[in-house]
């Protein structure tokens, strides 16, 4: 059974830092990217960032690109998501994802996290 843990989320102001992450376990991730969605208030979930199994192929939102880095340790089958520079409009809940394919960008993942609150003010 596979499951997906979030943490690291909560209340920051705009211009500050967070750092999330995301055990995995309940199979071998080798050849499952692991990634990042969010969903706003009233919006659509929608993608921010993936790394494949082998961690050589990432992909980014637009909206998040050169602010966030997403990282994983193979060894611990966890995925990070490290978040500079956060504003307002990123605030959301951060949903952990998994799939067998190497980015999560342009499908709709099998395996999801509980969902972790992040939360920038102005």
């Known amino acids: 059974q596979v499951q997906l843990v979030e943490s690291g989320g909560g209340l920051v102001q705009a211009g500050g830092s967070l750092r999330l992450s995301c055990a995995a376990s309940?199979?071998?991730?080798?050849?499952?990217?692991l990634g990042w969605f969010r969903q706003a208030p009233g919006k659509e979930r929608e993608f921010v960032a993936s790394?494949?199994?082998?961690?050589?192929?990432?992909a980014y939102a637009d909206s998040v690109k050169g602010r966030f880095t997403i990282s994983r340790d193979r060894a611990k089958n966890t995925v990070y998501l490290q978040m500079n520079s956060l504003k307002p409009e990123d605030t959301a809940v951060y949903y952990c994802?998994?799939?067998?394919?190497?980015?999560?960008?342009?499908?709709?993942?099998?395996?999801w996290g509980q969902g972790t609150q992040v939360t920038v003010s102005s």
């Open positions: 994802a998994s799939d067998q394919v190497v980015s999560l960008r342009a499908t709709t993942p099998t395996y």
């Open positions: 309940g199979r071998t991730f080798s050849f499952y990217a």
């Open positions: 790394i494949s199994g082998s961690g050589g192929t990432t």
